[in-house]
């Protein structure tokens, strides 16, 4: 099913020349509909992401395309929550309503469901070539492959008094450079660590529970990295576990997910303010404003150079941003003038008053 292109609008935001901390960008944005979410970036430079009911494809050129998930479209819960293109081109997903479902390079979907339906969140491909996935419900990982089926290893409950039915709450995981597969875990604030025979090792963040950690991936600098919505930072940790948090200027942001950008540098997506933010190595923190109502979701670095970003709030969007661009050197000096302007303005009244 084809998507219509919505008119490509091109927004450049102000407001870094009035605050230290946000800067300018110039974004570019696409029809896509049907709340967009999580991103993963596939070979060929395409970007696909998560949908209600649905997968979605764009390109670099901004044409899109949905893919229905039947089981998703059928059941009672819609979302699909996790999305990881594989290394032969098939694209996976992970069903809210218990399903994983498979999109090959044709455009064929197929459904697959475990004998007991949990909530399948994150997946990705493991050190094994399998499908790995959490269950944030029934608290575990499960392994599929077309041969072998489901074999299901369980992640592990943590003492306290939690809402879910099992506290380990497992949601986006990431293959790691050190061939182990990281999973987040929500409830408790943590990272799991599970090496290719099972066995799982555990890290904290400091502020535990209270982190409610949302997006991690590995940076260029082999570390992981971690959006904590909880506490409004971005958490870098070495692959010994070892943490250092970087506040995010703005407050409540509510950081959504975190990718690689073409910079090399972090960039992760402020939910709660309608912004993108950079993190480089030092840990130096730049914002960038969307447009109004955008609640960005997920992001990738995009194979042309520039961060793409779902807006799950602009009626189904996703967005191009470039922050090195003709456009924002024009739109910066544009705010120049008009500084320079209100300036001399009211020089010239606080004249005539005395």
Do not use: C
């Amino acid at each position: 099913m084809m998507i219509k292109r919505g008119a490509a609008v091109v927004a450049v935001g102000l407001v870094g020349l009035l605050s230290p901390n946000v800067a300018a960008a110039a974004i570019k944005t696409y029809s896509v509909g049907a709340d967009p979410g999580r991103m993963a970036r596939a070979a060929d430079g395409s970007m696909w992401f998560t949908k209600t009911g649905a997968v979605g494809r764009i390109t670099t050129a901004g044409a899109a395309r949905s893919f229905g998930l039947p089981a998703a479209n059928a059941g009672s819960v819609r979302d699909v929550l996790g999305i990881t293109v594989a290394p032969d081109g098939s694209v996976w997903a992970a069903e809210a309503g218990g399903s994983v479902a498979r999109i090959d390079g044709a455009g064929k979907v197929s459904e697959f469901a475990p004998a007991v339906l949990g909530m399948p969140a994150g997946i990705v491909v493991g050190p094994d070539g399998q499908v790995w996935f959490s269950d944030a419900l029934l608290g575990r990982i499960t392994r599929f492959d077309l041969a072998g089926g489901f074999v299901d290893q369980v992640l592990g409950n943590v003492p306290g008094a939690y809402s879910r039915m099992d506290p380990a709450a497992p949601t986006e995981m990431v293959l790691g450079p050190d061939q182990a597969v990281w999973v987040l875990q929500l409830a408790p604030g943590r990272v799991g660590r599970m090496s290719g025979d099972g066995s799982v090792s555990y890290y904290g963040l400091p502020a535990g529970p209270a982190s409610a950690p949302t997006g991690l991936a590995f940076g260029r600098d082999g570390a992981l990295w971690i959006a904590e919505a909880g506490v409004n930072r971005i958490a870098r940790m070495a692959l010994d576990g070892t943490v250092r948090e970087y506040a995010i200027p703005s407050a409540r942001a509510e950081p959504r997910a975190i990718a690689v950008g073409p910079d090399g540098a972090m960039w992760f997506s402020e939910f709660g303010r309608d912004r993108i933010g950079r993190v480089d190595g030092a840990g130096n923190v730049t914002e960038y404003e969307l447009p109004p109502g955008s609640m960005p979701y997920g992001i990738v670095g995009g194979a042309d150079d520039a961060v793409w970003v779902t807006l799950w709030g602009k009626g189904g969007e996703v967005a191009r941003v470039t922050t090195d661009t003709r456009i924002v050197a024009r739109a910066a000096r544009a705010g120049r003038r008009i500084a320079k302007r209100v300036h001399t303005r009211r020089t010239a009244r606080a004249r005539k008053r005395l």
